[in-house]
């Protein structure tokens, strides 16, 4: 392979690798693996620090109230669901930008970016004259840590082998998950304390005279996102041959099955990330007397731990069957959590509320896993029957490049469930006074899914069974 000056710089410093055959066991095991390997694990933690940023409202936005900010309850959702308004439109257009930027420079770049709302979010809590429309924008530009899941997929993706690539797509973005737990986590803790002393600024007294921190809450992720911008840049690398077709990309569009599986993808990591965003608030709405930031961490634990964890049930049962009990159960979850909300004069119970909610966040995890298990069988099947004058290897070449297009595109649609269900229960308890209304939506909606799964994936008959 001929290179010219600039390429042959940039292949000698080790960043640009002109040479990369993950297919070659040869080549794998001599030096293949450990370059994946390093690539990979230093993409986890920017990917985790990701979703950190981009959920880090769903635990200010709580608080808020508390040092003085009198804003409606209509107006602390929309703050929860803007980042996932942003984060989603983004994952469209990041899809598209590792094979014009590179890997490496683009990690390093939109972990970089996340320094913006980090600090804005720091200074704007400590001046109580600050406009909700500072705090819209600085909502709005945390959804770039939303957008960087689908180009940390789509660079991963690109290094491993076919027979490696599940675990390690599963590794970053299970561990990546996990940034929106860390968040709910380590903020009630960080913002109880002067971490950073005078640097960090002065507290906020709150109505019990207690004192907080809320600056916290954006500073804490400062340090670390400049490390791992630095283990980025120098750490990561560019590979010459990862090059994509926009026009083959955008032949997604014309599949059926694109759709059905963006609609599947909304109901489980939508909804996996859309109750992240929106549980610390919907928990000091409607059970008060509850620290919620106590407690709210747990839900995307759970998530998150069981999308890693339970990735072998649809390699045993099939996807599609999973996918369609996982809707089941999620409606049951749903309903479950109806029966313990305070309506109608009732005082509703906590602890019946929190157990039914973390049953849903299992069953998100175990839906994520599912779901994106369906997608390159399905393509698989698909492909010859729709281009049936293409030989057996090509089918698989083209499969496979639809199915990683579709992974992408899903996990775009899917990221507008972080806007739309926070922004349901605002809008529902606006307007009847309560979340039900929502709620009862979500369950409409998986019913839905439940449906579309069943006639497309799981009936006896179905034209692409998975």
Not at 228 to 236: D, E, L, P
Not at 377 to 382: D, L, N, Y
Request: glycine letters at 12%; aromatic letters at 14%; hydrophobic letters at 50%.
């Amino acid at each position: 392979m001929s290179m010219n000056a600039s390429e042959s710089s940039r292949a000698a410093s080790g960043r640009i690798l002109t040479d990369w055959r993950p297919e070659d066991p040869t080549f794998w095991q001599q030096s293949g693996r450990a370059i994946a390997n390093r690539n990979l694990w230093i993409s986890i933690p920017c990917l985790l620090l990701a979703f950190a940023v981009w959920m880090v409202w769903s635990v200010v936005v709580a608080r808020l109230p508390a040092i003085g900010f009198e804003f409606t309850t209509g107006e602390l959702f929309w703050l929860a669901a803007l980042p996932g308004l942003s984060g989603a439109t983004l994952r469209i257009f990041y899809s598209f930008v590792i094979p014009i930027f590179g890997g490496r420079r683009w990690t390093a770049i939109s972990t970089a970016s996340l320094l913006l709302p980090a600090l804005g979010i720091g200074f704007a809590v400590q001046n109580p004259d600050t406009p909700y429309s500072v705090f819209a924008i600085l909502a709005l530009l945390c959804g770039f840590g939303g957008g960087n899941f689908a180009s940390s997929m789509s660079n991963i993706n690109y290094f491993f082998p076919k027979a490696q690539k599940g675990n390690a797509l599963a590794l970053n973005a299970g561990l990546g998950n996990l940034g929106v737990s860390v968040v709910q986590f380590v903020v009630p803790v960080v913002i109880t304390m002067g971490l950073f002393g005078a640097m960090g600024g002065q507290a906020q007294t709150i109505e019990d005279g207690s004192r907080l921190w809320l600056q916290n809450a954006g500073f804490v992720w400062v340090p670390f996102l400049l490390i791992c911008t630095v283990a980025a840049w120098f750490g990561m690398n560019d590979l010459a041959d990862a090059r994509a077709n926009l026009g083959d990309q955008l032949t997604i569009l014309k599949r059926t099955h694109n759709w059905v599986m963006s609609i599947l993808y909304v109901g489980t990591f939508g909804s996996f990330i859309g109750y992240a965003a929106g549980f610390p608030l919907l928990i000091k709405t409607q059970f008060p007397e509850v620290n919620a930031l106590s407690y709210a961490f747990l839900g995307p634990l759970v998530g998150a731990l069981s999308r890693s964890g339970t990735g072998w049930i649809s390699d045993k049962f099939g996807g599609g069957r999973v996918t369609l009990w996982v809707f089941i159960g999620m409606i049951v979850a749903v309903v479950g959590v109806l029966q313990f909300l305070p309506l109608g004069g009732n005082a509703g119970n906590f602890w019946g509320f929190f157990v039914c909610f973390m049953a849903l966040f299992f069953l998100t995890g175990v839906g994520n896993a599912s779901t994106f298990q369906m997608i390159p069988i399905i393509m698989r099947k698909e492909i010859p029957r729709l281009m049936p004058q293409l030989d057996a290897a090509a089918a698989l070449k083209t499969a496979e490049r639809e199915s990683g297009a579709i992974i992408a595109f899903t996990s775009a649609m899917a990221a507008y469930g972080a806007f739309y269900i926070p922004k349901s229960y605002g809008t529902s308890i606006d307007l009847t006074g309560g979340p039900a209304a929502a709620l009862w939506s979500f369950a409409g909606f998986y019913a839905l899914c439940v449906v579309l799964t069943w006639i497309f994936y799981t009936r006896r008959g179905a034209a692409t069974p998975c």
